[in-house]
């Protein structure tokens, strides 16, 4: 009934690119050297899909300052292991379950669970066992919003659909706003750049609705209120839906498993520098990088960033001998707190005295003031035996508490009536979408990409791996120079004429 997840994307005459096609070799030799710096899902998706499209024989170097998997990670919890970090796959993100079915992974089993909408003082929404008792409550409280809701959301996945037609017959595009464009033309582009509360407000979706339902799903998937970008919002009101999964073992195996697919050559090191290097009209790029035995450097043919580039974040990376130079990017990423608690939750602060009679698995909350946390769950272990049943509310479980800030004693006592652990994990998940208002660049230099940028688009795992798509598919294109498959209109029609 709630949830998080979606999709996105671009066009623009390669004419009109602002590194056109200098960074080509004038022989279309095959690249030697491609560097990638990052091995999250957006990273180790693009080096997987740099091997395919050009080939067995170049070096494919992933480098990784911390973990593999990124913000795909798991804790450990009473000898079980926990997601902490991005956890939810919607059943239409076609890149990650190509990826699931070429690793030979597994879709964890579901175990259902009920939602309900916290409001500081009473639940004011919740699900029960009979789906038309849960939709005529819906349409009661707030009319045929709901209606509008989905079918606004329908259509914006339906166009977003379009992205996997084009990529699949190799088509790419230099800009985010030509890839969202090439979608939904100047609509989605604008989403970018409008309020989620005004586009809805605008469509008929009434004020309550937004506050009891909408906002709730925003605080629980991006920490943040219903000013965000519409499109930000369409992205996690897809996966806010019953039909999704996550990876038996953790979602994390994705990336490990694409770097093994992909035969690259993981390099644990803190990225430095990058400088350019001219050979006439062809240019590679230095790349300088700390490891626990020094600073070494490796000169690459062609080098995608993985990576945020905000001076808030603190990529550590510096750009240097760039004409025109490359400066830290504007805006912020949001603090997400995850608490993983292993204990008894204190179900009478939600109005059930007896912990026996509280049906639900997951909380949701208002943007009230007061409260000092934006979700609370019972969650499952990324490995689900076949004879596992979720906790019942009296039994000690482990629940995932979201918050913008770390909870004191005093707010741990609130939500639980006691607990045996407590484990504390701070994100930067996603961008604090309104402090930049411009989409970044795609390509940043000649051979010099940035992937990361989508996700001032949209934020989720489906969209990092389109963005890896992109930028393996633009840069094969730009190497050897094929301006027919980058940037172009009219994209369907060019399609059915092709079959």
């Given at each position: 009934?709630?949830?998080?997840?979606?999709?996105?994307?671009?066009?623009?005459?390669?004419?009109?690119?602002?590194?056109?096609?200098?960074?080509?070799?004038?022989?279309?030799?095959?690249?030697?050297?491609?560097?990638?710096?990052?091995?999250?899902?957006?990273?180790?998706?693009?080096?997987?899909?740099?091997?395919?499209?050009?080939?067995?024989?170049?070096?494919?170097?992933?480098?990784?300052?911390?973990?593999?998997?990124?913000r795909?990670?798991?804790?450990?919890?009473?000898?079980?292991?926990?997601?902490?970090?991005?956890?939810?796959?919607?059943?239409?993100?076609?890149?990650?379950?190509?990826?699931?079915?070429?690793?030979?992974?597994?879709?964890?089993?579901s175990?259902?669970?009920?939602?309900?909408?916290?409001?500081?003082?009473?639940?004011?929404?919740?699900?029960?066992?009979?789906?038309?008792?849960?939709?005529?409550?819906?349409?009661?409280?707030?009319?045929?919003?709901?209606?509008?809701?989905?079918m606004?959301?329908?259509?914006?996945?339906?166009?977003?659909?379009?992205?996997?037609?084009?990529?699949?017959?190799?088509?790419?595009?230099?800009?985010?706003?030509?890839?969202?464009?090439?979608?939904?033309?100047?609509?989605?582009?604008?989403?970018?750049?409008?309020?989620?509360?005004?586009?809805?407000?605008?469509?008929?979706?009434?004020?309550?609705?937004?506050?009891?339902?909408?906002?709730?799903?925003m605080?629980?998937?991006?920490?943040?209120?219903?000013?965000?970008?519409?499109?930000?919002?369409?992205?996690?009101?897809?996966?806010?839906?019953?039909?999704?999964?996550?990876?038996?073992?953790?979602?994390?195996?994705?990336?490990?498993?694409?770097?093994?697919?992909?035969?690259?050559?993981?390099?644990?090191?803190?990225?430095?520098?990058?400088?350019?290097?001219?050979?006439?009209?062809?240019?590679q790029?230095?790349v300088?990088?700390?490891?626990?035995?020094?600073?070494?450097?490796?000169?690459?043919?062609?080098?995608?960033?993985?990576?945020?580039?905000?001076a808030?974040v603190?990529?550590?990376?510096?750009?240097?001998?760039?004409?025109?130079?490359?400066?830290?990017?504007?805006?912020?990423?949001?603090?997400?707190?995850?608490?993983?608690?292993?204990?008894?939750?204190?179900?009478?602060?939600?109005?059930?005295?007896?912990?026996?009679?509280?049906?639900?698995?997951?909380?949701?909350?208002?943007?009230?003031?007061?409260?000092?946390?934006?979700?609370?769950?019972?969650?499952?272990?990324?490995?689900?035996?076949?004879?596992?049943?979720?906790?019942?509310?009296?039994e000690?479980?482990?629940?995932?508490?979201?918050?913008?800030?770390p909870l004191?004693?005093?707010?741990?006592?609130?939500?639980?009536?006691?607990?045996?652990?407590?484990?504390?994990?701070?994100?930067?998940?996603?961008?604090?979408?309104?402090?930049?208002?411009?989409?970044?660049?795609?390509?940043?230099?000649?051979?010099?990409?940035?992937?990361?940028?989508?996700?001032?688009?949209?934020?989720?795992?489906?969209?990092?791996?389109?963005?890896?798509?992109?930028?393996?598919?633009?840069?094969?294109?730009?190497?050897?120079?094929?301006?027919?498959?980058?940037?172009?209109?009219?994209?369907?029609?060019?399609?059915?004429?092709?079959?």
């Open positions: 009934m709630f949830r998080c997840l979606c999709y996105l994307l671009l066009v623009l005459p390669s004419f009109l690119s602002a590194f056109g096609d200098s960074g080509s070799q004038l022989d279309a030799t095959p690249p030697s050297k491609i560097a990638v710096v990052g091995a999250g899902i957006g990273g180790t998706a693009a080096a997987h899909y740099l091997r395919q499209h050009f080939g067995p024989e170049v070096q494919l170097d992933v480098f990784e300052k911390g973990q593999v998997g990124g795909l990670a798991t804790i450990t919890v009473n000898h079980n292991d926990y997601e902490s970090g991005g956890s939810i796959i919607h059943s239409l993100n076609l890149h990650m379950q190509e990826f699931v079915k070429q690793l030979g992974l597994k879709y964890r089993r175990v259902a669970g009920k939602t309900a909408v916290f409001d500081g003082e009473q639940i004011i929404l919740e699900e029960t066992d009979w789906y038309l008792l849960d939709l005529f409550r819906i349409w009661w409280r707030y009319g045929i919003s709901f209606i509008r809701l989905q606004w959301v329908e259509e914006i996945m339906e166009k977003f659909m379009r992205i996997y037609k084009y990529q699949a017959h190799g088509y790419a595009f230099s800009s985010l706003e030509g890839l969202l464009g090439s979608l939904g033309g100047s609509g989605f582009i604008n989403m970018t750049r409008r309020s989620l509360s005004d586009s809805l407000l605008e469509l008929g979706v009434s004020q309550r609705f937004i506050e009891e339902v909408i906002a709730p799903v605080r629980v998937n991006y920490g943040q209120n219903i000013s965000l970008p519409a499109f930000v919002g369409a992205v996690s009101l897809a996966g806010a839906q019953t039909n999704l999964w996550s990876v038996e073992g953790g979602n994390k195996l994705v990336c490990s498993g694409l770097l093994k697919l992909a035969n690259a050559n993981l390099i644990k090191a803190q990225v430095t520098n990058i400088s350019p290097v001219h050979s006439g009209e062809a240019v790029h230095q300088s990088f700390s490891t626990a035995t020094g600073i070494k450097s490796e000169l690459y043919d062609i080098v995608v960033l993985a990576t945020p580039l905000q808030s603190g990529s550590g990376i510096a750009f240097q001998g760039f004409t025109p130079p490359i400066e830290p990017l504007p805006g912020d990423y949001h603090r997400t707190i995850a608490t993983i608690v292993h204990g008894y939750l204190n179900t009478s602060y939600f109005g059930f005295p007896d912990p026996r009679l509280f049906p639900f698995a997951s909380i949701l909350t208002t943007d009230t003031v007061e409260l000092f946390f934006n979700s609370a769950a019972s969650v499952c272990p990324v490995n689900i035996s076949a004879g596992f049943r979720r906790k019942q509310p009296q000690a479980g482990v629940y995932k508490v979201f918050s913008s800030q004191d004693k005093a707010q741990l006592k609130t939500l639980f009536r006691s607990y045996y652990s407590v484990q504390v994990t701070e994100w930067q998940a996603y961008p604090h979408y309104g402090s930049s208002q411009a989409l970044p660049a795609v390509e940043l230099q000649p051979n010099l990409y940035y992937l990361n940028g989508m996700e001032w688009a949209g934020s989720a795992m489906e969209m990092s791996a389109v963005a890896a798509k992109n930028i393996a598919l633009l840069a094969f294109h730009r190497w050897n120079r094929q301006t027919d498959m980058v940037d172009q209109k009219d994209l369907m029609h060019r399609i059915k004429t092709e079959l």
